[in-house]
């Protein structure tokens, strides 16, 4: 009687501790910390509550079984709780939808800013057409990263001088599903579909020729465009801190996913494995001092594209690629050769 209601005490203390750590958890500023507290917090409830269980089963029971059996299903728990929530989790940690409505309006009130909202089979994709060129030029198609917008995207383009980049090209840029007023909810599977839309749409336009669009990616941005490029004839194709597969992404926040792991890791994006089928010129350009996409990772990649110009950079990280000259300068020599090609 005296071991239950020390079990039962031992319980209530426990609950209360996990219920502590949950306040915490929620109200946490750091994403990261959060995402990954709340996975341990669900593994350690979810394995206290199976072992509380089978001790209260077998209270009765001997010592030796009882504390077997505790054990073991505190154990179980703990891995079915860990590999459910990372599953679960862990994408939450790659997407970050928004909308800036006062970079929105600021593109609106541009003559050269051409509002798209475009009816797809990925649903109604919107985004935004910088004319940054004459009719007819070139138009680059952007994939951006996880936290950004298309709106603020173009406006800070504007506002800090790096539309040189792209001279003599008109931009393309839509919002991933989620983001700004794109329907849907991102995915791998939901950012496949919409590169492949967003790409086709705009070939289909009067004021573009589908021989010479090229496709840039940034980040997250970069699997989709490798994933259009290896699908669709473009002109070019440009890679901004990408990745090999989204297990390099995975294990650039938490370490662990490699072999059996692997299999919790829901955003694969085989970036290396599309790039095998990429025929277009190509541009990598990677950082060794990029904190969240491993340099080792580009340059995987850019070993996978057949016909790749690896340009690796030093001294600034992952946020920080725009504003290198050098990094601007590659894209624009590049960019201005292949389009003379």
Not at 97 to 112: C, T, Y
Not at 153 to 181: C, H, M, S, W
Not at 227 to 245: E, T
Request: charged share 15%; with cysteine; proline share 4%.
């Amino acid at each position: 009687m005296k071991s239950n209601r020390a079990a039962l005490v031992a319980g209530a203390v426990l609950a209360a501790a996990l219920l502590a750590a949950l306040v915490a958890i929620a109200t946490s500023s750091d994403e990261l910390v959060s995402a990954l507290g709340l996975i341990a917090w669900w593994t350690v409830a979810v394995a206290v509550a199976l072992g509380f269980a089978a001790f209260l089963a077998l209270r009765r029971r001997g010592g030796a079984l009882k504390v077997a059996a505790t054990i073991v299903a505190a154990a179980m728990g703990a891995a079915v709780a860990f590999s459910a929530s990372v599953y679960v989790v862990a994408p939450s940690l790659l997407f970050y939808p928004h909308f800036d409505e006062e970079s929105f309006a600021q593109l609106q009130a541009q003559p050269q800013a051409e509002e798209l909202s475009l009816d797809t089979g990925a649903g109604r994709l919107s985004g935004w057409l910088l004319h940054n060129a004459p009719d007819g030029a070139p138009l680059v198609v952007y994939f951006y990263g996880n936290g950004q917008n298309a709106a603020p995207l173009l406006t800070g383009f504007q506002n800090n001088d790096r539309l040189g980049a792209f001279e003599g090209y008109n931009i393309a840029v839509l919002d991933y599903p989620g983001y700004g007023k794109t329907e849907g909810e991102p995915s791998e599977a939901s950012l496949k579909a919409f590169g492949l839309a967003v790409y086709d749409a705009l070939a289909e336009r009067d004021d573009v020729d589908p021989a010479r669009m090229a496709v840039f990616g940034y980040s997250i941005g970069t699997g989709v465009a490798t994933y259009v490029a290896s699908l669709r004839d473009v002109d070019s194709l440009v890679l901004m801190a990408p990745y090999a597969s989204g297990y390099d992404l995975y294990n650039s926040m938490l370490d662990v996913f490699h072999g059996p792991l692997g299999a919790l890791v829901a955003f694969r994006m085989e970036s290396a494995e599309f790039a095998r089928d990429v025929e277009a010129p190509s541009l990598v350009l990677t950082s060794v001092d990029d904190e969240m996409v491993p340099s080792a990772s580009s340059e995987r990649l850019a070993a996978a594209l057949p016909r790749c110009t690896l340009a690796t950079y030093e001294g600034f990280g992952h946020n920080e690629y725009w504003a290198s000259p050098e990094v601007r300068a590659a894209i624009t020599d590049f960019l201005a050769r292949e389009r003379a090609s």
